[in-house]
């Protein structure tokens, strides 16, 4: 399974238009990941993209900013670690809360406080983290086997390395670079 990850800094073309190409290949979900948008703006880009995904069936998952998934009525969201952590009362009336992971005790920890669903990254080495070492197969390997909910990975993932990710126990990856360029 597949989860594309917005990123409209490393968009070609129209962000919109993008989104609803993402949409129409199919994707497991689309995460809107725009950090660095207050708030409103994040609300106003949300909706849209929220409009987008529905015409196409594909879930659309808040990342972090719970309060406009409330607002927007979206019943997933997902979080990092960190965040998930200092937010466990705010989350109870999502369907689904995704966390992603940097180690295996955080996937366990997730996995224990309600996480539906992790990410673990980096996996291969990526343009987004040149400066950060992956953490390679062995990592996501361990995560895997340390949590029973499902494992995405994230980082580097291709055509190519796709089914190593596979042997090593995810349930899919996810692609943020690849899915926002041609």
């Given at each position: 399974?597949?989860i594309c ?133 062995d990592f ?43």
């Open positions: 399974m597949r990850v917005t990123n409209r800094h490393l968009c070609q073309g129209d962000f919109f238009s993008r989104v609803e190409r993402i949409a129409r290949s199919g994707p497991w979900a689309i995460i809107l990941r725009e950090k660095d948008l207050q708030d409103d703006a994040y609300e106003e880009m949300a909706k849209r993209c929220l409009e987008i995904a529905s015409h196409y069936g594909v879930p659309l998952i808040v990342h972090t900013k719970f309060q406009v998934a409330k607002r927007l009525g979206v019943c997933r969201i997902h979080m990092p670690y960190a965040s998930f952590q200092e937010n466990p009362d705010a989350l109870a009336s999502f369907e689904a809360v995704g966390v992603s992971v940097l180690t295996v005790e955080e996937a366990i920890a997730a996995e224990s406080a309600g996480a539906a669903y992790l990410i673990a990254g980096h996996v291969f080495a990526t343009d987004c983290k040149r400066d950060l070492e992956p953490r390679g197969l996501l390997k361990s995560v895997c086997a340390a949590v029973e909910i499902p494992v995405y990975a994230i980082g580097g993932v291709t055509e190519k390395n796709y089914s190593s990710v596979r042997l090593a126990g995810a349930s899919g990856f996810c692609i943020m670079s690849g899915c926002m360029r041609d």
